[in-house]
């Protein structure tokens, strides 16, 4: 038996999954679409983190490098796992979590590059935006779910 943790809402995947989808339809970036969708979940502003991940589509300032949606995803593994501007000893535990990440999104899609996913330099894309920041947003979840048992 699982007990949920009252100060945070349960996680209905395919609610939030529309959710990011709704804010890429908007115009988010895919960094924007998996960390203001998950920012209520880690007690971040939404607006906020919005204006944060601003710069991180595209691949990063539209170098088309890291994909977006691990670069929101790793924003909520810092939300969720940093000690905060007074304590600066946590980042290798927040960087532990971002390599998960990273690492599972690159088993699932066979990169993490933006060029590579979208084939910038290719005849055929991996995967479609829309498929990466759903993947990105369930390995974010996967990542809190993960932090809720210590």
Do not use: W
Not at 70 to 99: C, E, F, H, W
Not at 122 to 136: K, Q, S, T
Request: glycine share 10%; proline share 4%.
């Amino acid at each position: 038996m699982t007990t949920e943790n009252p100060a945070r809402p349960a996680f209905d995947r395919e609610a939030l999954a529309a959710h990011a989808l709704e804010l890429h339809a908007r115009n988010f970036n895919c960094a924007q679409c998996v960390a203001c969708t998950l920012a209520p979940f880690v007690n971040a502003d939404e607006r906020d983190v919005f204006r944060a991940a601003e710069g991180l589509g595209g691949g990063m300032g539209g170098f088309t490098e890291t994909c977006g949606a691990i670069a929101g995803a790793a924003m909520v593994a810092g939300y969720a796992r940093s000690n905060g501007y007074d304590d600066p000893t946590s980042k290798q535990d927040t960087y532990a979590l971002a390599k998960q990440v990273v690492d599972r999104f690159r088993d699932n899609v066979g990169s993490t590059l933006c060029a590579d996913i979208k084939a910038v330099h290719a005849d055929a894309p991996l995967r479609p935006c829309d498929e990466c920041i759903v993947l990105g947003l369930n390995l974010a979840i996967d990542m809190l779910e993960g932090l809720e048992g210590r």
